[in-house]
């Protein structure tokens, strides 16, 4: 099991804009790029293009707008989640029009180049539960809500203080557990915000040491991947 800590090298920062990048590296197969973003109010992405990338969006405190090149814009809060299904090409923009907001972005190399674009969202009008994972994410054919064209499965959780729970995992598959906000325990590692931990394999219970949000890649490192993202493939 690793520890990957908050480094200052991981940080970036222009005008509103603060994002933590972290690589899983080859270990983690398709998982690409991992992003945790600090967006002022008033920050902008204009229209831009990516293919061949699956782009995972996760807002945990704030609230952002993705606008589509049809002019369709969707709002992401702590409620709802998106994916993008890059494939042949796709164009949107990303803002923060209202509000600060802290977001999460995930860039998977997809299986196989190409095909149609697709965007999808998952919303719970709740928001997210507490103690219980939430399977956000996952390969076609599975019974995930939103679906990746990759063997990834992405699941997130809000875990109260002094709260303890397995993590899910599955034979062949790599683990990374992304801490947004607050303090956990995995086994004997103990991690803040802007940290990850990770394994080639299942990881140990996790316990709240402060009220926590937490995103978990499940990832099959083998699988097979294109390096022809925008992004994914950088």
């Known amino acids: 099991m690793n520890l990957i800590k908050a480094q200052r090298d991981q940080l970036f920062e222009f005008g509103p804009f603060t994002i933590r990048r972290q690589r899983p590296g080859e270990g983690f197969g398709p998982l690409a790029v991992i992003d945790q973003m600090a967006l002022k109010t008033g920050a902008q992405i204009p229209l831009h293009r990516h293919q061949d990338d699956e782009i995972f969006s996760y807002v945990w405190r704030g609230s952002a707008q993705h606008l589509q090149e049809n002019g369709e814009s969707l709002a992401l809060n702590a409620k709802r989640a998106l994916v993008v299904n890059a494939g042949a090409g796709i164009r949107h923009e990303e803002s923060t029009p209202l509000i600060e907001t802290s977001m999460l972005q995930a860039y998977i190399r997809p299986a196989q180049s190409g095909g149609e674009a697709h965007v999808q969202t998952f919303t719970r009008a709740e928001g997210v539960p507490d103690n219980h994972w939430t399977l956000l994410a996952g390969p076609e054919g599975s019974t995930a809500p939103m679906t990746l064209r990759q063997a990834v499965y992405i ?76 992004m994914s493939g950088s």
Do not use: C, M, N
């Open 155 to 230: 699941y997130d959780l809000k875990l109260a203080r002094g709260k303890q729970l397995e993590v899910p995992h599955l034979p062949g598959y790599a683990s990374w557990i992304s801490v947004l906000d607050g303090i956990v325990r995995v086994g004997e590692q103990r991690a803040q915000q802007g940290e990850a931990v990770s394994d080639s394999a299942g990881l140990p219970v996790i316990s709240g040491e402060r009220d926590a949000t937490l995103v978990l890649f499940l990832v099959k490192h083998d699988a097979p991947a294109v390096s022809s993202g925008t």
